[in-house]
C-alpha cells in the first residue's frame, strides 16, 4: 500500500524557512510527476512546485526564486526547502505523485507564517 507523509511544517516569522519533507512507502510504479500542492483557507489548492518527466522542473511564479524542490531517490523523500517566507505562503501543503496507474496525495503539513 503506497502512503505518503508530510512533515516539517509549523509556524515560523516572516522571512523564515522551513523544509518540507515528504516520505513515499510502498511500491510506486510509472511516476510521471511528483510535486508540492497548497491549499489556503476559502482558496483552491494550487501548485507549488513539480518534477515532471515531460516538462522538468516548474515552479509557480509566486514562490520562484525563493522555494526549491528536490528529492533523494534513495529514501524515496522529496523535499521543499522554503526560504524568505511570507504570510501568503500559509496554507496546508500537500505532496502529489502522478502516476500512469492511480495518483497519490499525502495527508497535508500545516505551513503558518506570522507577519
Known amino acids: 500500500q503506497v502512503q505518503l507523509v508530510e512533515s516539517g511544517g509549523g509556524l515560523v516569522q516572516a522571512g523564515g524557512s522551513l523544509r518540507l519533507s515528504c516520505a513515499a512507502s510502498?511500491?510506486?510504479?510509472?511516476?510521471?510527476?511528483m510535486g508540492w500542492y497548497r491549499q489556503a483557507p476559502g482558496k483552491q489548492r494550487e501548485l507549488v512546485a513539480r518534477?515532471?518527466?515531460?516538462?522538468?522542473?516548474n515552479y509557480a511564479d509566486s514562490v520562484k526564486g525563493r522555494f526549491t524542490i528536490s528529492r533523494d531517490n534513495a529514501k524515496n523523500t522529496l523535499y521543499l526547502q522554503m526560504n524568505s517566507l511570507k504570510p501568503e505562503d500559509t496554507a496546508v501543503y500537500y505532496c502529489?505523485?502522478?502516476?500512469?496507474?492511480?495518483?497519490?496525495w499525502g495527508q497535508g503539513t500545516q505551513v503558518t507564517v506570522s507577519s
Open positions: 502529489y505523485y502522478n502516476t500512469l496507474g492511480p495518483d497519490y
Open positions: 518534477f515532471s518527466q515531460r516538462d522538468g522542473t
Open positions: 510502498g511500491i510506486i510504479f510509472r511516476v510521471t510527476v
